[in-house]
């Protein structure tokens, strides 16, 4: 069973910049797909990034988030610049623990992190 703790969220101003990161109990293959979702208030939880050997983005953060892997600290993060208001959303880590042929597709991760909130204001 693989443990995840977000960390890094919390209030920005609209055009700021937040990183948040996710640390597992347990090293996973670069194979093995680590990826950010996010779900606001009333709405679905949502794609954002994710990442094997590859980034993969939703199209509504491309060119605004980064997402990285450090394997040695068992760590994976999102830098996120230009944040706008409907960033505003409780973001939650995900490891999938075994490869998947879609990494943006939520059904494709067995481990989920407790969510960190984070806040855009206007």
């Known amino acids: 069973q693989v443990q995840l703790v977000e960390s890094g969220g919390g209030l920005v101003q609209a055009g700021g910049s937040m990183r948040l990161s996710c640390v597992a109990s347990?090293?996973?293959?670069?194979?093995?797909?680590m990826a950010w979702f996010r779900q606001a208030p009333g709405k679905e939880r949502e794609s954002v990034a994710a990442?094997?050997?590859?980034?993969y983005y939703a199209d509504s953060v491309r060119g605004r988030f980064t997402i990285s892997r450090d394997n040695t600290k068992k760590t994976v993060y999102l830098q996120m610049n230009g944040l706008r208001p409907e960033d505003t959303a409780v973001y939650y880590c995900?490891?999938?623990?075994?490869?998947?042929?879609?990494?943006?597709?939520?059904?494709?991760?067995?481990?989920w992190g407790q969510g960190t909130q984070v806040t855009v204001s206007s």
């Open positions: 995900a490891s999938a623990g075994r490869i998947v042929t879609a990494p943006l597709k939520t059904e494709g991760y067995n481990y």
């Open positions: 990442i094997t050997w590859s980034q």
């Open positions: 347990e090293r996973t293959s670069n194979s093995y797909p």
